[in-house]
């Protein structure tokens, strides 16, 4: 088992690396959305060992996305576009409906997935964004998590990051201290038109316990 100190070091000597093939990646995403996927895939394992949440809220977060992009498309058919997000079992919806009464249809099919504890409804009832919109907010999305990598004191993949017409959303477990840091440093990537966070705070005290906790402990 590596030391505290040695894993610290590793991570600090990969985060330019990882900046680089996240940006990379959501260039490709927005371009091969098959490439993308396996940059990202690559990625994720690498920053496993980082992830606040327990390996039991991960795999009930990939269930909960993939139900929820399975279930959306009885309700809302070719009239809206729809995305999913879970950290935590709190699910964001993002993206776009055709009225009031589909966004809280929306709301009510994802709300009875097993798992799902909170939701954050951010449909906008308004047409389809085009493909050139959702190919940029890709790319805006490549850049904060690349620029997250390379800051000092943020851990990458603690936060989720989601981008819907310009509007950035940030999900995770983190502290006040890091949440005023990663919102400060996702206003300054251009391109960003508004920052909504929707972070799970835990304190300075947590978060020690989760860095001194064992890894298998921290999995179950």
């Known amino acids: 088992m ?6 610290q070091r590793g991570w600090q000597g990969m985060r330019r690396p990882l900046a680089t093939i996240i940006l990379c990646g959501a260039v490709a995403a927005s371009l091969q959305g098959c490439i993308g996927m396996a940059i990202g895939g690559a990625v994720m394992g690498t920053l496993a060992a980082t992830d606040r949440r327990t390996l039991g809220a991960q795999t009930e977060d990939a269930a909960i996305v993939l139900k929820g992009e399975a279930h959306i498309p009885n309700v809302v058919g070719g009239a809206g576009h729809v995305n999913v997000a879970s950290f935590n079992r709190k699910v964001l919806l993002t993206g776009e409906v055709r009225d009031e009464a589909m966004k809280a249809a929306v709301e009510r099919e994802v709300s ?8 954050v409804n951010e ?13 940029n907010d890709s ?6 998590k690349a620029s997250f990598v390379d800051t000092k004191d943020l851990y990458a993949n603690s936060i989720k990051v989601v981008t819907e017409r310009g509007t950035v959303y940030l999900m995770g477990r983190v502290t006040q201290r890091e949440g005023l840091l990663a919102g400060e440093v996702t206003r300054g990537i251009g ?6 966070k929707v972070f799970e705070y835990i304190t300075d005290n947590e978060l020690r316990q989760l860095n001194s906790m064992p890894e298998n402990q921290n999995r179950k």
């Open 112 to 119: 009875a997935i097993e798992g799902v504890q909170s939701i």
């Open 123 to 135: 449909l906008a009832v308004a047409g389809p964004s085009s493909f050139t919109s959702r190919s």
């Open 139 to 144: 790319l805006i999305t490549g850049k904060v």
């Open 2 to 7: 590596i030391d505290k100190s040695g894993k």
């Open 191 to 196: 391109g960003v038109q508004k920052v909504v």
